[in-house]
């Protein structure tokens, strides 16, 4: 199976549905932006911290898989010179919106994650990678390819789902009922028959895999990465963030 080109789709369909990972930000947003005024976000609730920023007017960023007229326009309005890469021209095309209306240069490319090769070596300052692995069956070329094209010192700001989120049943925990019923890592082509994903997420749902810690973690570290900054966060809309956090955020530096 094509997986990109089923998330592309997808992800396009979620544009359509007004997915919230796909709204862009307001006037108001950038004119704050612009001012000095802003924060971003790669988990659901918490703003990344201020101190895990270098230096943003005149750096090189690079937003991975984070399209959807998010982080890009609010860095570009920052003073950062933004490259947003998505496999959705959907969502490019949300960036794309948000530059056109507020005369922002965002350079928009249609790309895979686990694929940088159309970038040089050592071409971003900072990469702001909001969650999305998820969407890849495999995280440790990210990661990579995200030490490949950074330059010394470079930051790579990430974010991504605690895996545990995924052993339990989809359905149940709907309804409240937290019950283990999947083996990590999750794949979502492998744990549940199409029908059955297609009862529980969707015709066209999105496809998605758990990932081990050891591979988000592990995985950055193994690339070269130095870890200097950790977080969680909750997904409000879902009812297991009562009881634990689902979202991880990290901060790396390529020493
Ligand atoms: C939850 S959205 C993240 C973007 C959003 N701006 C945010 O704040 O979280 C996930 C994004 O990952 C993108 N995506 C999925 N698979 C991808 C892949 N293989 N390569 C690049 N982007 C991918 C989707 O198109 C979608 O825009």
């Not at 019923?181 to 015709?203: I, Q, T, V």
């Not at 950790?230 to 809309?237: C, G, I, N, Q, S």
């Not at 956090?245 to 390529?254: D, E």
Request: aromatic letters at 10%; hydrophobic letters at 45%.
């Amino acid at each position: 199976m094509d997986v990109r080109a089923w998330n592309r789709e997808a992800w396009d369909r979620n544009v359509e549905k007004g997915n919230r990972w796909t709204i862009p930000v307001g006037p108001e947003v950038i004119a704050a932006a612009r001012r000095g005024t802003w924060d971003i976000v790669l988990t659901p609730t918490r703003s990344v911290p201020k101190a895990w920023f270098p230096p943003l007017v005149g750096a090189d960023v690079l937003c991975l898989a984070s399209g959807g007229g998010q982080q890009g326009p609010i860095l570009a309005a920052a003073g950062a010179r933004v490259t947003v890469l998505d496999n959705s021209p959907r969502q490019l095309g949300q960036d794309r919106s948000v530059a056109e209306r507020e005369g922002l240069a965002l350079r928009l490319v249609e790309g895979d994650m686990a694929d940088l090769s159309g970038f040089p070596e050592r071409s971003f300052d900072l990469i702001v990678h909001p969650v999305s692995n998820c969407f890849v069956p495999a995280v440790r070329p990210v990661w990579r390819e995200a030490f490949r094209v950074l330059r010394a010192d470079g930051v790579l700001l990430a974010g991504f789902c605690n895996p545990i989120w995924f052993a339990f049943d989809p359905p149940a925990a709907k309804e409240g009922v937290f019950r283990v019923r999947h083996r990590l890592p999750y794949s979502d082509l492998e744990c549940l028959a199409p029908e059955e994903r297609e009862r529980h997420f969707g015709k066209d749902a999105a496809l998605e895999w758990s990932h081990s810690l050891e591979d988000q973690i592990g995985g950055q570290l193994e690339a070269g990465f130095l870890l200097t900054g950790f977080y969680e966060d909750v997904a409000p809309d879902d009812p297991i963030s009562a009881y634990f956090p689902t979202l991880i955020a990290t901060r790396a530096v390529k020493p």
